[in-house]
């Protein structure tokens, strides 16, 4: 049955808060745009804790973030620009951001020309879990859910974070992006669109394929992954860091991709749901190369200064999604769920039962 319009393609429905923060922001968006108290991020970042595990603060950057995307069901779109909102961002943002750069550390120094060897480096360097082995080899179907549940968050705005470069930039890197995000939006035709295609494979998969639905489902490195991306993208200061992300999600797809589809295969899914990572497969071969020399490699030809923000993006992109991936394969270790259902983590409330028992389509 073909879902209403606005499930698919947004607003999201407004999450369950997540500790005090988060609860006065959801309770202030149901109203009127009005000025949040201005001691309301005293309590974000508590010193001792990590802001990139933290359940409030991942989530109060998720809601403030949201609003520059689709938005959220019920919410007014005056409170985009709303400013003591905006001033509650940026505490979050720094708290964030501060967390992120200890995370990376140093980036290493390369002149303009080195800059597509430096971002291969960084890639064969990462030495991260790999999800996507676990995935094609031996992840059960449930877990398979889990996976496609947490990556929803992502893949159903895909490309959407990484356009905010486009008006930030002129010559060759926008050329570069323009070229990359053309096929992210599938060249212009709707069922081609990669948020599309992932849309069939979570309906294979016989998950709820609405904007932004498993929100409350998804813990606070998910949103960290997201979060990242967001802040990069709303900041013209960070315009190298956003695009060095783009060049090592480019740069580390290809291959996990053909190991998602296979493990697919492998639990008897079809060519329909399957699809979204097949085209990766090719898609992402070509984006990788265009990525760190036209891309990275422009950037850094035009705009030499930003040369280790480009580099500090990908790093914080490899580095994000490395805590991700050892967050999920930690809890399958322990014969637990990633997601937040049924537990309690860091202090969040307990989301909706997982819906792991659902049928495949
Ligand atoms: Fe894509
Ligand atoms: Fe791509």
């Known amino acids: ?51 990139l595990t933290d359940e409030d603060l991942q989530l109060t950057l998720f809601l403030c973030y949201e609003l520059h995307y689709r938005g959220w069901t019920g919410v007014a779109d005056d409170w985009e620009w709303q400013p003591s909102l905006l001033a509650l961002r940026a505490r979050a943002e720094a708290a964030f ?18 800059v597509p060897r430096a971002l291969a480096d960084l890639v064969d360097a990462d030495d991260g ?13 449930g877990q398979f859910r889990e996976f496609a549940t947490h990556r929803s968050i992502y893949h159903l705005r895909e490309a959407d974070p990484h356009s905010w470069g486009l008006p930030r930039l002129g010559g060759p890197a926008k050329a570069a992006l323009v070229e990359i995000q053309m096929d ?36 606070a490195v998910t949103l960290a992954t997201n979060n990242l991306m967001s802040l990069f993208g709303l900041h013209r200061r960070l315009r190298g860091a956003l695009l060095g992300h783009l060049a090592a999600y480019e740069m580390t797809s290809s291959l996990p991709n053909r190991r998602y589809g296979n493990g697919l295969r492998r ?4 060519e329909v749901a399957t699809r979204f990572y097949d085209e990766h497969v090719e898609a992402d071969a070509v984006h990788e190369q265009i990525a760190a020399h036209d891309l990275c490699g422009g950037l850094a030809r035009t705009e030499p200064a930003l040369v280790p923000d ?52």
Not at 19 to 34: D, I, K, N, T
Not at 353 to 359: G, H, I
């Open 129 to 141: 879990p790999s999800l996507a082995a676990a995935l094609q080899r031996r992840a059960t179907l």
């Open 184 to 219: 992210e939006y599938g060249n212009g035709r709707l069922d081609r669109m990669h948020a599309e295609l992932f849309r069939r494979t979570l309906d294979r998969l016989g998950l709820d394929t609405g904007y932004g639905v498993h929100l409350d489902r998804v813990p």
């Open 310 to 361: 480009v580099l500090f993006g990908a790093a914080a992109a490899l580095a994000v999604d490395r805590l991700f991936a050892t967050h999920v394969l930690d809890r399958w270790a322990r014969g637990e769920t990633s997601l937040r259902d049924g537990g309690v983590l860091n202090g969040g409330t307990v989301a909706a039962p997982a819906r792991l028992t659902a049928a495949v389509a």
């Open 267 to 270: 639990l008897g899914l079809d």
């Open 1 to 51: 049955m073909p879902e209403p319009t606005d499930r698919r393609y947004g607003p999201a429905p407004l999450p369950q808060p997540r500790g005090p923060v988060s609860a006065a922001v959801v309770e202030a968006l149901r109203l009127a745009p009005h000025d949040l108290p201005a001691d309301l991020g005293a309590t974000l970042a508590p010193a001792g804790g990590d802001p």
């Open 97 to 114: 951001e501060g967390a992120v750069r200890r995370l990376v550390g140093p980036v290493p120094a390369v002149l303009p020309g080195g």
